[in-house]
């Protein structure tokens, strides 16, 4: 397993060059000068190629090359244009966000995913199966901005002084303060060491600091805002893993050893579960990895409708302002969570199914 | 004489093939319930795309200021449903540049299917030719395109079309042209797997041995096979294309404004949501019902037409 880990690691080294340099291509052809994108159109020449020169834009592209490859081998992603900042404190800053919504988006297209697609399969033709596919149907051909806006609307306006109402922006109510769990432990971590980045980052997930600190208002509060985003982000996920699950499923219940466990007399539960499940899981547990690009591209979307400060957000708005810096770093943190994600995928198999023989 | 009716015989006799194997399809896609619906919306959304001029009461880009005495952003209005009639009718009301909210979704929906085949239509042309030479010369060539479909298909796809708008410039063209380029990888990949596996038949061997060019064996032999996989994927790929187009101009890369395009409508009016709803809710099931029938459609032909694919895709 361990080689399998490493020989897909080395693998995927060329297709993160790739990715890097694609996106150092890309974000280079925008056209416009990222001076005056940056500092207005009025902005003298002068004070432009200072600022080409600060930001090595001066340099030719493959010297530009070179030396952002050389800096990100050192983990250094330089500074933000826009900003003024360093590009790894503002990846901790926004990480989190899109982590947590992401992940709670996964959970729940997986917990709604499989059993609707199971059900849907034991209950072939029935309209349980009917309305689960109808459902399904329409959840991959819905905008993920139209429902976000859509529920918006419905729980946080409709069910305005009701027990469902739900929050529909932000990430904590104004007033409320999460406060680092490093603070709460009275730890004092040097500003600027690894360390502290990763305690921020640590502490910037809201929901998971909340429950170390156990501040069960912030979590309370954190989990309600999270709700909406996180369902509109997940339709389309939910949608593909019922429609997979259940052709999986039927194709799965066909097989003789099925029918075998059946004539053996085990509880038709069991079967569902334990026997047929499982050997159901390969194509559900590739479909699952795959999603997380699908997830990355709504987090764009979910997180302009719900005003929430992620990495989906920032990645679009440094596209526009031709934040090179930003663009550079995020992407190639989105490709190696990418590259990571599947790796899992490709190593859960060996626990799904224990044939399967990964070196 | 015996040469031309014996020609005249193969003719009919391929004549007769085709049909029947056109028949032998058309009977099973209407074996398939989700296709037939998705069939018949789509033929539905197409006449209203064809006929928009004369089913919307108003022209789309036109504002009603001045016209009509309607404030901007009031909600539908429909006389059998008890608006009073001296109201002027606007099916889905206004939106805030007093503009009938019904005749922009109609329009839309021309803007919406051109979008779905012009983009799909590119990537497939594209996507066919490098699958195509690059399973069937194979080697560097093969190793170098599909490196980089890769590399293309490891970016999350909306992002990928977002940094390619910025390099082209926002408009719709561009953004048909960014969605045509993210789309690639998925032809390239059908098309290859098909030519790899049909490459070393029999008949393509025999072509090979009695001279055929390259060109013909490709173009004649082998990828007439990949046709089926193409429709499919392609009707499939539709859907995604409009959602993807309609993302764009919903962020204000794609359509601008005053095109009537569902997504641009959505954008430009998302902050209204709560005291507007309408002008959110109406474009927003537009889209999902034209998506929703390239969907069902491409599940009933991938049904129909491809039944091992139905097994691992369903």
Redesign the interface.
Known sequence: MIQFTIRRLLMAI??VF??LV??FG??R???GDPCRAMLGEKATQEVCDRFTKEHGLDKSIPVQFALYMGKILKGDFGNSIRFSRPVMIILVERLPMTLELGSLALILSIIVGIPAGIISAVKRNSIVDVVVMIGA??G????????G??L??VF??WLKGTPFWLPPSGRLTAGLTAVPFYTVWGWDLPVDSIRFHVAELISNLFLFNSIITQNWAVFKDALTHLILPSVALSTIPTAIIA?MT??SM??VLRQDYIRTARAKGLMERWVILKHALRNAML?IATIIGLE???L???A??TE??FSLAGV?RM??EA??A?DFPI?QAF?VV??VA??LVNLLVDISYVFIDPRIRLD | MAVQSSAVNILNARDFRSNTLFRLMLRRILKQRSAILGGTILVFLILVAIFAEFLAPYDPEDSLIGKEDIKKRTGPCIHILGCPADQPQHLMGVDGNVRDVFSRVIFGTRVSLFVGFSTIGVAIIIGTFLGAISGYFGGWTDGIVMRVMDVLLAFPSLLLSIAIVNVLGRGLENALLAIAIVSIPTYARVVRASVLSTKETDYVSASRSLGASHFHILFQRILPNSITPLIVQGTLGIASAILSAAALSFIGLGAQPPTPEWGTMLGSERNQVFTAPHLVFFPGIAIMVTVLAFNLLGDGLRDALDPRLAQVNE
């Not at chain 1, 051909?141 to 139209?146: I, K």
């Open positions: 060329p297709v790739g990715i694609v996106t890309l974000v052809m925008i056209p149907n329409m991959v051909s819905m905008p993920v901005y139209w429902l806006l859509m918006a609307y946080a306006l429609r259940r052709s039927l194709d194509p997380l690009g699908i990355f591209g709504g764009v979307l302009t409708i989906g990645l679009f596209i526009t031709r663009v992407t989105i490709a990418y590259v």
